[in-house]
């Protein structure tokens, strides 16, 4: 009996000295496996306990779970000190009087702003979004637009070709002449935004890389004071009421009358100088017949229809409503620029 007693002193002493010196979960498990698993020291002991006289069993029992009690509680409360200091290890060096982290939010891009709000003016007035290819073929950039061989804008100096013969549209003209070629008959009325390319310089108001708004309207006896209506109403809508827009006589290959327009605004903070803004005019007949040599049909004949065209740079156009003053903060994509659109 003494025995015993003895024996389960010596074993609950060690258990808790194992479970005293474990430094992890993993050890503190190995010394409750050593003490209470199948094989363990305090398992093995119990088994005395078949061999005891009937009388001395309840009090030998009584010490067994003690001792079983004892180790238990010893591993739980070891169990939850090295959850509490894994825990206190792993916030030490958080500094929870840091601000937060800011998940930056994304905002349109100045240029999109500007095209979406140009593309919806343009909607209320009845026009349709189009699109072309930017690799064109040399007829729709150039040759159907009665633009002849020796133009200066076909040379390679100013137009980036490739091996195969066809280029980077220099300009949004060419989805005129796509429209026309697919549209089953007029009327035709679509605004094209859209890169154009050319290899011009880089510098403040210059990119190699930039974007059109093309519009185009054909129909039966469109006429010019339609053209004039049309883009007033535009520019007004876009850079207010009190904006003035005068048309200059110009000269396009494919219009004919050509005008570019100037913009004077007067919205207060503005600059109110005339600025130059947009090529237009009335669409040459020689585009309506090799459109229509091209359907092989006179829907677009030229004695049948007339109609009005314009192109504007949506980077200048941006550029005016925000006062930018060199077009390449456009393209730098420089946070501090950007930002103040967000
Ligand atoms: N395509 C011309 C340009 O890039 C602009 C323009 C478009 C002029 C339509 C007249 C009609 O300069």
């Not at 003895?6 to 993993?26: N, V």
């Not at 509680?73 to 601000?99: F, G, H, W, Y």
């Not at 220099?170 to 390319?197: D, K, L, N, W």
Request: net charge negative; with cysteine.
């Amino acid at each position: 009996m003494s025995d015993i007693a003895s024996t389960l002193t010596t074993i609950q002493a060690d258990a808790i000295a194992a479970i005293t010196a474990a430094t992890d979960e993993r050890s503190l498990d190995d010394a409750r496996v050593a003490f209470l698993g199948k094989s363990g020291t305090l398992t093995k002991a119990s088994s005395v306990m078949k061999d005891l006289p009937k009388e001395e069993k309840p009090k030998v029992g009584q010490l067994l779970n003690q001792a079983r009690q004892a180790i238990t509680a010893e591993l739980d409360a070891k169990r939850e000190a090295l959850i509490a200091e894994a825990d206190a290890k792993s916030v030490a060096d958080l500094d929870l009087t840091l601000p937060g982290r800011t998940l930056p939010t994304g905002a349109i891009h100045p240029l999109t702003l500007m095209q979406d709000r140009v593309t919806k003016i343009f909607r209320q007035l009845g026009f349709a979004l189009a699109t072309g290819p930017e690799v064109e073929t040399e007829w729709h950039c150039f040759d159907a637009l009665n633009t002849p061989a020796d133009h200066p804008a076909r040379n390679e100096s100013d137009t980036f070709y490739f091996d195969s013969g066809k280029l980077l549209r220099t300009h949004t003209s060419s989805v005129q002449i796509r429209t026309m070629e697919e549209t089953a008959a007029p009327p035709v009325r679509i605004i094209a935004p859209g890169s154009a390319f050319r290899r011009d310089e880089i510098d403040a108001t210059h990119l190699s890389v930039f974007n059109q708004i093309e519009g185009l309207y054909v129909a039966e006896n469109v006429t010019l004071s339609d053209l004039k209506g049309t883009l007033e109403f535009f520019f007004k809508s876009l850079y207010g009421e009190s904006t003035e827009v005068r048309f200059r006589p110009h000269f396009f290959p494919f219009t004919e009358p050509s005008f570019e327009i100037d913009v004077k605004l007067t919205a207060a903070g503005k600059d109110a100088k005339w600025i130059e803004i947009a090529g237009c005019g009335m669409v040459d007949p020689a585009v309506f017949d090799e459109v229509s040599k091209a359907r092989g049909n006179e829907a677009f004949g030229s004695d049948k229809v007339t109609g009005f065209a314009f192109g504007m740079g949506l980077e200048r156009l941006t550029m005016i409503e925000y006062g930018i003053a060199d077009i390449r903060h456009l393209i730098e994509n420089d946070q501090r620029f950007l930002n103040q659109f967000a």
